[in-house]
């Protein structure tokens, strides 16, 4: 007779419940690409990343204010120097002041490109620990490439368009009016033209990002060179003080030949 046959009527046994498998998540199996991984990645609520934000900047600040106040202790050769492409322009000091304070405007850019290197070093510190290996990989080379492409627009704004946007302008009138010219104006011409040149040279490097995190492909860029070409002259007739169609399109050329330069360099880092 079986187990069963000999247990009272009435009392039915049920059978063992079957064991409960817990299912892992669906991306627990799978592996985290080393590529996609956080190495510098550190807990810390919204209060402490503000308080972190704060002091980077004051001390970014801080570099620049300190940059700014040995230059300004260095500004008459820094103002002679700005003084060189304007060959035979005698500049005057049209108001009381007015040297004093073009000095200190002098001394503020020439310190913040000074410390420009200290403030990429807090920006880069304060964002890391949030990219990925690959995103990272990537930061070196940008803030190098960026670094380089700055210094090289303010030597081709120096040695190109400072002195092509000044022979046009004094030639053009030189029968008629005898050039006297605004120390602050024409240093503020200077100094902006030569930023503006700079800051217009960081686009390969905004290209070579856009294509690494895949919101633009280089194919896209290429195809839209028509549009660049236009939008090149319509920067070189905003971005330059004065209106003289030689550094119109000085600048629109140089501005059409790096975007170019940023497709070949959006095709190397671009995923697929």
Same mark, same amino acid.
């Given at each position: 007779?079986?187990?069963?046959?000999?247990?009272?009527?009435?009392?039915?046994?049920?059978?063992?419940?079957?064991?409960?498998?817990?299912?892992?998540?669906?991306?627990?199996?799978?592996?985290?690409?080393?590529?996609?991984?956080?190495?510098?990645?550190?807990?810390?609520?919204? @209060?402490?990343? %503000?308080?972190?934000?704060? /002091?980077?900047?004051?001390?970014? *600040? =801080?570099?620049? +204010?300190?940059? &700014?106040?040995?230059?300004?202790?260095?500004?008459?050769?820094?103002?002679?120097?700005?003084?060189?492409?304007?060959?035979?322009?005698?500049?005057?000091?049209?108001?009381?002041?007015?040297?004093?304070?073009?000095?200190?405007?002098?001394?503020?850019?020439?310190?913040?490109?000074?410390?420009?290197?200290?403030?990429?070093?807090?920006?880069?510190?304060?964002?890391?620990?949030?990219?990925?290996?690959?995103?990272?990989?990537?930061?070196?080379?940008?803030?190098?490439?960026?670094?380089?492409?700055?210094?090289?627009?303010?030597?081709?704004?120096?040695?190109?368009?400072?002195?092509?946007?000044?022979?046009?302008?004094?030639?053009?009138?030189?029968?008629? @009016?005898?050039? %006297?010219?605004?120390?602050? /104006?024409?240093?503020?011409?200077? *100094? =902006?033209?030569? +930023?503006?040149? &700079?800051?217009?040279?960081?686009?390969?490097?905004?290209?070579?990002?856009?294509?690494?995190?895949?919101?633009?492909?280089?194919?896209?860029?290429?195809?839209?060179?028509?549009?660049?070409?236009?939008?090149?002259?319509?920067?070189?007739?905003?971005?330059?003080?004065?209106?003289?169609?030689?550094?119109?399109?000085?600048?629109?050329?140089?501005?059409?030949?790096?975007?170019?330069?940023?497709?070949?360099?959006?095709?190397?880092?671009?995923?697929?």
């Amino acid at each position: 007779m079986s187990e069963r046959d000999t247990r009272p009527e009435g009392n039915t046994v049920l059978p063992a419940p079957a064991p409960i498998r817990i299912q892992p998540p669906e991306d627990a199996d799978t592996p985290v690409a080393p590529d996609e991984e956080f190495p510098g990645e550190v807990e810390m609520t919204l @209060v402490d990343h %503000l308080e972190e934000l704060r /002091r980077r900047i004051l001390r970014s *600040l =801080l570099a620049v +204010v300190i940059g &700014a106040g040995g230059c300004l202790l260095l500004v008459k050769p820094l103002v002679r120097l700005l003084e060189v492409p304007a060959k035979g322009i005698h500049f005057l000091q049209l108001a009381p002041g007015e040297f004093l304070f073009v000095s200190i405007k002098v001394a503020g850019y020439t310190g913040l490109i000074l410390a420009l290197p200290y403030v990429l070093y807090e920006g880069l510190a304060f964002v890391l620990p949030g990219l990925t290996r690959r995103e990272q990989r990537l930061v070196a080379p940008a803030v190098g490439g960026s670094a380089v492409l700055f210094m090289a627009g303010l030597a081709f704004a120096w040695w190109a368009l400072v002195p092509a946007a000044l022979n046009f302008l004094v030639s053009y009138g030189a029968d008629v @009016v005898e050039p %006297l010219w605004s120390i602050e /104006r024409y240093l503020d011409f200077v *100094l =902006l033209l030569m +930023v503006a040149t &700079a800051l217009a040279f960081q686009l390969p490097v905004l290209q070579m990002l856009l294509a690494a995190l895949g919101v633009v492909r280089a194919q896209t860029m290429l195809a839209a060179w028509r549009f660049v070409v236009v939008a090149s002259a319509l920067a070189g007739a905003v971005l330059t003080p004065s209106t003289d169609p030689v550094t119109m399109l000085l600048l629109s050329g140089a501005i059409t030949a790096l975007y170019l330069v940023g497709v070949g360099l959006a095709r190397v880092v671009q995923r697929g």
